[in-house]
């Protein structure tokens, strides 16, 4: 599997890695805390229905009822699941996208249709989504998008689930960068799922806090009957117990959130603006911890072995549809790291 | 889900646990130091295909290819994803087992067939399985079985997988448990696979080693595409980056293995034993970390209700073809926890 980031395995460890995007403030320290307080949690199972994981999940999205919670191992698994459960003849993905939604929908051997929706400036072309809706089917919407890092507005997202409903097809909404987003809470679709039951959202708990190692993943299903097929689809115990642990202590650790969400706001700005001066590359606006960027005469991959040079490692996207061989992806990092990228990279491309 | 053991978390705190099977000596000390010393583990994904766990689960086997060898969320995620990618017209279970492989047949709408093949006193009905063994399927043993607690010889084993290889059939053996039977490591198929490669061993690393929270699965698939074809189910990044620290850690840590060991073996014998002269019970013979009773007059469920009185908790299976309502399962615990159970079933049974 080459196609993900952080591939910072077969690099050595001096290398910046910006391939992959990762909350500089690491693990919150109120995990670590309750982790050393915690070692013989290990020593149980997690709780098979992880009700006070869910629960915690409740109280931070401000949802009423639980049962409309999944928790699994990573957003990757919930998106696996309901694929999985939507009993569809098709999966419609808006591209360029996050590869894993095209993977579930091949190991769980349903039929899918890419469709280029984004357009080069990261905008979305919502004639396209519109003329390609079919009916019984599932259409994935990363927001934002990842790679492009667009955001869409949630009048935007509830109208095309109403048009899919119309259809009696499901729209699945993938949060998992969403509170990197500048007006967080109101870009996500949480509170619209009482209206429109056909929206499924992901959330994944690990990118924002900080905790990819950690595997966390929450959805909040709309349909009832939907989620207990979720439910129904899933490994027993695929959340472990650390993750169990992150779930009771990162979504209420307020000063985490706070700083993480001023860190984002600035440094994208930062790394936006600097990387907009480069002459030899066009960025596109992002929403999320990453930037999309597309050179105009070297390719990706001669950037990326150039900047590796530099200990400099960025993500060369490799099969997406939708994009090209000059397109790389950067994470937002911290100060220092972002200079050094936006020195190496003027190095490289002037 | 309420057909597994663990359901410690509807209980109050004080109850000792006897529904689950979990190693008394609790989380090993070498992982606990490591994990305190790499705590910033988590703010990075895991190595995505685990080289330096399997790197170490072949030492740990002795294997000399560590492209044979997946690893998951627990060998659960590996049942599911071997019966997923085994393309097979069936998968045949002999009973009583592990209610993981029917629900792995279900989840994957794979046709299954239970055969009652464990006797009363825990021994195969070896006849039973070889007349019900077809063409195209895959058989799961649990070796030892949970719940009966039977050890099955490897030389028995390797006779079973020729016969299915005739049929062009592939056996799972789970050996979640082995570990704990009295000649380990020579019980093990696992150096059988280089002749009889339609073997498939899955293993746990979490039960023996005390942290079922921790989830890592391991398997060793003897034939090469089989084993490729498992690896393109995964979801990617089912084992968090605590699991694969404690990958690194515990295989290497003989201290904690010869001291489990030496506690199993004198803990079982003792329990067996002392079961064994309580007239309302029959006990079978078991080469796992768990005792199947079954009772004479009372039913399991008024046993539990009882004990529970008491502040035990028993696992009383349900829902399992070939056990009957008289049917109840015990961990095997540390000397005190053990006597107080006899001591309350006692009370309860006489």
Tied chains: 1, 2.
């Excluded at 639980?66 to 003849?89: L, P, Q």
């Excluded at 991959?301 to 996207?317: A, C, D, S, W």
């Excluded at 990092?333 to 002037?350: C, G, P, S, Y």
Aim: aromatic share 10%.
């Amino acid at each position: 599997m080459n196609y993900h980031g952080g591939d910072i395995y077969k690099y050595d460890k001096e290398i910046i890695d910006f391939s992959s995007n990762i909350n500089p403030f690491g693990v919150p320290q109120s995990l670590k805390v309750s982790l050393m307080d915690n070692l013989e949690v290990f020593s149980r199972y997690p709780d098979i229905s992880y009700k006070k994981v869910r629960d915690a999940i409740a109280k931070y999205l401000c949802i009423g009822d639980i049962n409309h919670i999944v928790v699994g191992n990573g957003a990757v698994e919930i998106i696996y699941k309901v694929v999985s459960a939507s009993n569809v003849n098709e999966i419609i993905i808006p591209c360029p996208t996050f590869s894993e939604y095209k993977r579930a929908a091949k190991v769980n051997n349903k039929p899918y249709k890419e469709i280029v929706a984004f357009r080069e400036d990261g905008s979305l072309n919502l004639n396209s989504i519109y003329e390609n809706i079919t009916s019984n089917s599932l259409m994935v919407l990363c927001n934002p998008n990842n790679p492009t890092g667009t955001l869409l507005d949630p009048a935007l997202i509830t109208s095309l689930a109403q048009r899919l409903k119309e259809k009696e097809s499901w729209l699945l909404v993938d949060e998992s960068f969403i509170e990197f987003s500048q007006q967080y809470p109101l870009t996500s679709v949480v509170p619209k799922l009482i209206q429109h039951p056909n929206i499924i959202v992901i959330r994944a708990a690990t990118k924002f806090f900080g905790i990819p190692g950690v595997r966390l993943g929450y959805g909040v299903v709309g349909d009832s009957r939907l989620a207990a097929s979720v439910k129904e689809k899933m490994e027993p115990w695929s959340v472990n117990s650390l993750a169990e642990l992150a779930g009771l202590q990162v979504f209420k650790d307020k000063q985490y959130i706070a700083k993480s969400r001023l860190w984002v706001e600035e440094e994208r700005k930062y790394l936006f603006n600097q990387l907009k001066l480069i002459k030899g590359v066009a960025v596109v606006p992002s929403e999320a911890n990453f930037l999309l960027l597309k050179s105009k005469k070297l390719t990706a991959f001669q950037i990326k072995e150039n900047l590796l040079k530099k200990k400099i490692l960025i993500r060369v996207p490799q099969g997406f549809t939708g994009l090209t061989k000059y397109h790389f992806r950067v994470a937002v990092k911290d100060r220092e790291a972002n200079q050094q990228l936006i020195k190496a990279l003027k190095e490289v491309l002037m």
